[in-house]
């Protein structure tokens, strides 16, 4: 268990229709980021948020959007979806606000499917 | 344009034997490594990371070689057990790229 809740765990949908996924980061991360893995596909970021603030952006369409809280928690909002959002959606936290040299520690995912 | 590429979808390989997990990549500003373990119904697990100036890091049965010169990286198990079997997903960040980019991720199968 890494510490990072996700939910939910499953999410069935229409196209056109909007979702929100929500992802607890371990305690005492301040950052969080979201993944995007499709089939066949390596994880895709997305966005980070450190603390509340947004700290790097990703392959993140226009139709998505994400926030961070005041108690660090994140909710990734997808609208207007389609087919093709049909995916694994990851989130996962760090304590610091470089991505890059230190260990992220991801959730169980929320798997997203579009009708 | 993938800048990781983990070129083998799959990999079986029978208990106790070495298993040999490959990754390349293009951006030469990469500096930092990881390696990553996903079983199935569940997140990433990170397994063992090597920074640009070293060329081998050491963690128990898993070790990970970088050859900069070549852009290709690898990860060794030895022995390999049933319980490795997952699927293994190399990644890299450094330069202008702060943030974490995947490969697509090999399949390991370890046989009984």
């Known amino acids: 268990d890494s510490g990072v809740t996700q939910t939910p765990k499953h999410l069935i949908t229409a196209t056109g229709q909007r979702v929100t996924l929500r992802c607890s980061p371990r305690s005492g991360d301040l950052s969080v980021y979201w993944y995007q893995q499709s089939l066949d596909q390596g994880l895709q970021f997305l966005i980070q948020y450190y603390n509340g603030e947004e700290r790097a952006k990703g392959n993140i369409l226009e139709r998505f959007s994400a926030q961070q809280f005041p108690d660090l928690h994140s909710e990734l909002n997808l609208s207007s979806l389609e087919l093709g959002d049909s995916a694994l959606y990851f989130c996962?936290?760090?304590?610091?606000?470089?991505?890059?040299?230190?260990?992220?520690?991801f959730g169980p995912g929320t798997r997203l499917t579009v009708l | 344009d993938q800048q990781v590429k983990q070129n083998s979808p799959s990999l079986s390989v029978q208990e106790g034997r070495i298993s040999i997990l490959n990754c390349d990549y293009t951006n030469s500003m990469f500096d930092y490594f990881l390696w990553y373990k996903k079983y199935p119904a569940e997140g990433p697990t990170f397994l063992i990371s090597?920074?640009?100036?070293?060329d081998k890091n050491e963690d128990g049965r898993f070790t990970v070689f970088l050859n900069k010169s070549a852009k290709h990286l690898s990860l060794h198990i030895v022995p390999s057990q049933p319980g490795d079997s997952a699927v293994y997903f190399c990644?890299?960040?450094?330069?202008?790229?702060?943030?974490?980019?995947f490969g697509k991720g090999t399949k390991l199968s370890v046989k009984p």
């Open positions: 996962a936290s760090s304590p610091l606000a470089d991505p890059g040299y230190n260990e992220q520690f």
């Open positions: 090597i920074s640009s100036i070293k």
């Open positions: 990644a890299a960040s450094g330069g202008s790229q702060g943030n974490l980019i």
